[in-house]
């Protein structure tokens, strides 16, 4: 165990990572070391930010401290402590479970670790995060909770209503990013399309993002987690005039029969969807959709299942995943519907999906050969260089790998002639001439 060392260990989305950056910021102004997702957990203070969507993010979650506990059974850590959106949302029955943490907190009391700790918690640092993501980029996220209801979902059980952060305090956030070196945003929110509403009464998005553009420096603006319905179509229009918003945008559909739909509460029908994916392409030409579905909600037939397989062939969508139905307690789905689709069903639908995107992703992948695309990038691998285009978010997209037989800046943009492709990946080579 290591003094005045702190584990910091975060599962769960990239909200989940902007809430640890702001924690391990905090704590090394109170002078400790910090270490994010180490490979040795070996701190005096091991701290686990968890994941409540879903049943398997629970277990990932779960198990993660169960195996802490045992650490610190036997001397290798010292306190632990549990936050974020499982604790935030099972807070007594964890308590209860895992007698081997020392203190609990929610999703939006973490700050309470340092004063508990008798440290101090500042207000006003000039830089609020240590970034975990490569220097050159960072998530930015525009507001916290959810009003929607959509009967699988229990993320407002977590996280409440809909709250905006403000418009000024978002851009001079972006503006001390770009001043640190991070060229590239990742707008992130539960419901990113209704940013605005509660503030100024009206969805203030497209008003947002052309702020941010406006930030001298950052050259890649990427949006995360829109919403279908109500979509304030200013964004398109911003999307095409500024030419640092990527031509790429991620909005959860989740599924395209309307009885599954209305049994989802998602206030859209397949007509609405059908419409709006046509305006979005017709008015953000050569935009990248990336979508997620829901296999097996309850109610789902094998009608509706072809409804959506079909939907997929058609639409094409450039980016997708897919994931099985979860009985979420406190969900209106959990409380109004039974579970009726056994998990066998689920998978054989997920997997049937999967395979019709897979050859869907190969096949537009296949058509950036000779092409030659702004590439970012990220790290360097072995043999290769990783970087990224303008439609490919970190982590979730696929990648665009270089030999490394000549020396590339991490961090940089190049131009880079696309050689050969497979479902995951490009392949391309540079001239070296960078494009920024």
């Given at each position: 165990?290591r003094?005045?060392?702190?584990d ?38 091991v ?28 001397g ?14 099972f ?32 207000l006003d ?12 980029y960072?998530y ?15 993320i ?36 990113l ?21 406006d ?14 319905a ?6 398109l ?60 909600h ?45 998990l066998?069903?689920?998978?054989q ?8 995107q897979q ?8 058509a ?32 665009v ?5 000549t ?30």
């Open positions: 165990m003094k005045n060392k702190v910091i260990i975060t599962l769960g989305c990239s909200k989940n990572l902007v809430d640890s950056e702001r924690l391990i910021r905090q704590f090394k102004a109170n002078g400790y070391t910090v270490a994010h997702d180490p490979d040795k957990v070996n701190g005096e203070i701290i686990v930010n968890t994941c409540g969507f879903i049943e398997a993010a629970q277990d990932e979650s779960l198990k993660m401290i169960i195996e802490l506990e045992e650490a610190k059974q036997h290798r850590i010292g306190q632990l402590f549990v936050m974020g959106c499982l604790s935030e949302r807070m007594e029955e964890m308590k209860a479970e895992l007698p081997g943490v020392d203190r609990f907190y929610g999703k939006f009391n973490w700050q309470n670790i340092l004063r508990d700790l008798g440290k101090s918690y500042y640092l000039p830089d609020g995060r240590t970034l975990t993501t490569p220097a050159h960072a930015i996220k525009v507001s916290e909770g959810c009003d929607r209801r959509c009967s699988y979902c229990a407002p059980v977590m996280t409440g209503r809909h709250k905006s952060r403000p418009m000024d305090e978002i851009v001079a956030e972006a503006r001390s990013l770009a001043v640190g070196g991070v060229k590239e945003l990742q707008v992130i929110a539960q419901d399309t209704y940013y605005g509403k509660d503030l100024y009464s009206r969805y203030a998005l497209p008003e947002l993002v052309e702020r941010l553009a930030v001298e420096g950052i050259e890649w603006i990427r949006l995360h987690y829109g919403y279908p109500h979509f304030p179509y200013d964004l229009r911003v999307i095409r005039e500024r030419s640092n918003v990527c031509n790429y945008l991620d909005i959860a559909l989740q599924h395209i029969s309307d009885p599954v739909l209305r049994k989802m509460r998602r206030d859209i029908t397949r007509d609405e969807t059908y419409r709006l994916i046509e305006r979005i392409r017709n008015e953000a030409p050569g935009i990248h959709l990336r979508t997620t579905f829901i296999v097996g309850p109610g789902e037939t094998d009608d509706d299942f072809a409804a959506l397989t079909a939907f997929v062939r058609e639409m094409r969508f450039e980016r997708m995943g897919a994931f099985i139905y979860s009985h979420e307690s406190g969900t209106y789905a959990a409380e109004h519907y039974t579970d009726d689709i056994p066998e069903i689920k998978q639908r997920l997997d049937e999906l999967m395979d019709i050859s869907i992703a190969a096949e537009i992948n296949a950036s050969v000779g092409k030659v695309m702004k590439t970012i990038i990220d790290r360097r691998e072995g043999d290769y260089y990783v970087g990224r285009t303008e439609y490919d978010s970190p982590e979730i997209d696929p990648e790998l270089l030999k490394a037989d020396q590339l800046r991490v961090g940089q943009f190049y131009d880079v002639l696309i050689e050969r492709a497979d479902t995951y990946e490009l392949y391309g080579k540079t001239s070296q001439s960078k494009k920024n």
